[in-house]
């Protein structure tokens, strides 16, 4: 699937997106916050509140416990400032 | 009643009173539009702000502005919509969002230009990196915000 990142998530992560392939035990979104957490300091440093992070499946808002399967793309985000 | 929406994001300003003309072209039915204009400010709460970065999840930006709208046309009789976000850095005092609405009567366009700026700030993907003599950094979501937007699901 596809991952994009915006805002202060994609200037920690160090890019605005990348397509990962997380194992099958991660179901939801935030298991894969956790997962991604783990794959190196930067992604720990963007994930380190993930209370705060918002996520998008498909431009759609959903919840951490929403389920990531069949997602095509994945967007993690602060909370938003437009307007 | 045929509501047509527009749904633009752009580097380029905006002309209000085009938007109005282009909204109210050969209509008779539309009697009051209501408009809204957010600019870039200097004073924010502590420093003086010298230029806005605004970014945008493109795709997501506009189908979350649809959606609203969408709500905003069945919520209230409404004659026509436009919505026109910039992206890119602004200056204080330049066009940042431009809100229009159109309605037989007054109160339904005041009412969903409010209803759509609250939850363009709370929802849509926009998001505002802030210059200033001190530094550079995202500006922080407002409690305040989200309040204004939470109102309009209380019955």
Redesign the interface.
Same mark, same amino acid.
């Given at each position: 699937m596809k991952v994009?990142y915006? /805002?202060?998530v994609r200037e920690r992560v160090g890019k605005a997106e990348e397509t990962i392939e997380p194992p099958a035990t991660v179901r939801t979104v935030e298991e894969l916050i956790a997962w991604l957490s783990g794959r190196s300091e930067a992604y720990a440093y963007a994930f380190e509140k993930p209370k705060v992070i918002r996520a /998008?499946i498909d431009? /759609?808002?959903v919840k951490s416990d929403a389920a990531i399967a069949g997602a095509r793309e994945i /967007?993690f985000?602060?909370?938003?400032?437009?307007? | 009643m045929t509501c047509p929406v527009t749904i633009r994001i752009q580097e380029d300003d905006f002309d209000i009173a085009r938007e109005i003309a282009v909204l109210t072209r050969s209509r008779t039915d539309i009697g009051a539009v209501v408009s809204f204009s957010g600019i870039c400010r200097a004073d924010d709460d502590s420093a003086k702000v010298a230029a806005l970065t605004l970014e945008h999840y493109p795709g997501m930006a506009e189908e979350e502005i649809r959606r609203h709208a969408d709500e905003a046309v069945s919520r209230w009789p409404l004659n026509g919509i436009t919505v026109i976000h910039r992206v890119g850095r602004f200056m204080p005092g330049q066009n940042i969002v431009l809100v229009l609405t159109a309605s037989q009567h007054r109160q339904a366009a005041f009412q969903a230009a409010e209803f759509l700026m609250d939850y363009l700030k709370t929802s849509a993907p926009f998001w505002k990196k802030e210059e200033s003599a001190t530094g550079t950094g995202w500006v922080e979501a407002h409690a305040r915000d989200d309040e204004a937007a939470a109102r309009w699901t209380k019955s």
């Amino acid at each position: 699937m596809k991952v994009k990142y915006f /805002a202060w998530v994609r200037e920690r992560v160090g890019k605005a997106e990348e397509t990962i392939e997380p194992p099958a035990t991660v179901r939801t979104v935030e298991e894969l916050i956790a997962w991604l957490s783990g794959r190196s300091e930067a992604y720990a440093y963007a994930f380190e509140k993930p209370k705060v992070i918002r996520a /998008a499946i498909d431009h /759609a808002h959903v919840k951490s416990d929403a389920a990531i399967a069949g997602a095509r793309e994945i /967007a993690f985000f602060p909370p938003m400032t437009g307007g | 009643m045929t509501c047509p929406v527009t749904i633009r994001i752009q580097e380029d300003d905006f002309d209000i009173a085009r938007e109005i003309a282009v909204l109210t072209r050969s209509r008779t039915d539309i009697g009051a539009v209501v408009s809204f204009s957010g600019i870039c400010r200097a004073d924010d709460d502590s420093a003086k702000v010298a230029a806005l970065t605004l970014e945008h999840y493109p795709g997501m930006a506009e189908e979350e502005i649809r959606r609203h709208a969408d709500e905003a046309v069945s919520r209230w009789p409404l004659n026509g919509i436009t919505v026109i976000h910039r992206v890119g850095r602004f200056m204080p005092g330049q066009n940042i969002v431009l809100v229009l609405t159109a309605s037989q009567h007054r109160q339904a366009a005041f009412q969903a230009a409010e209803f759509l700026m609250d939850y363009l700030k709370t929802s849509a993907p926009f998001w505002k990196k802030e210059e200033s003599a001190t530094g550079t950094g995202w500006v922080e979501a407002h409690a305040r915000d989200d309040e204004a937007a939470a109102r309009w699901t209380k019955s």
